[in-house]
């Protein structure tokens, strides 16, 4: 499946701010749909996962409370929901695609994911 990221772009800290994945290539409801981010210097973490269409929301510890992930399935697009935006929220944010949905720690696992997009950034300034 080919995924396009997009939204990203420079908020204020307490912003919100709405991520698009647009997919396409093969069935979407059955995949497990997950967003990772990278600041700079770290490594690509984990922030939230649908399971699949009508599946569980998984979400990072950190983001857990303000950010949420929702799917439409007429576009096939998944959407993260990024709201009370912190500095520490500065990263590229990748969409990700799991065939055949995920369960519990295949979820959180970036190497259980078949295909990325190539990340949009989000700079969240103080």
């Known amino acids: 499946v080919q995924l396009q990221a997009s939204g990203g772009g420079v908020v204020q800290a307490g912003d919100s701010l709405r991520l698009s994945c647009a997919a396409s290539?093969?069935?979407?409801?059955?995949?497990?749909m997950g967003w990772f981010r990278q600041a700079p210097g770290k490594e690509r973490e984990f922030v939230g996962a649908s399971s699949w269409s009508g599946g569980s929301r998984y979400y990072a510890d950190s983001v857990k409370g303000r950010f949420t992930i929702s799917r439409d399935d007429a576009k096939t697009t998944v959407y993260l929901h990024m709201n009370s935006l912190k500095p520490e929220d500065t990263a590229v944010y990748y969409c990700?695609?799991?065939?055949?949905?995920?369960?519990?720690?295949?979820?959180?696992?970036?190497?259980?994911?078949?295909?990325w997009g190539q990340g949009t950034l989000v700079t969240v300034s103080s």
């Open positions: 290539g093969r069935t979407f409801s059955s995949d497990a």
């Open positions: 990700a695609a799991q065939r055949f949905g995920c369960s519990d720690s295949g979820c959180f696992e970036r190497g259980e994911y078949d295909d």
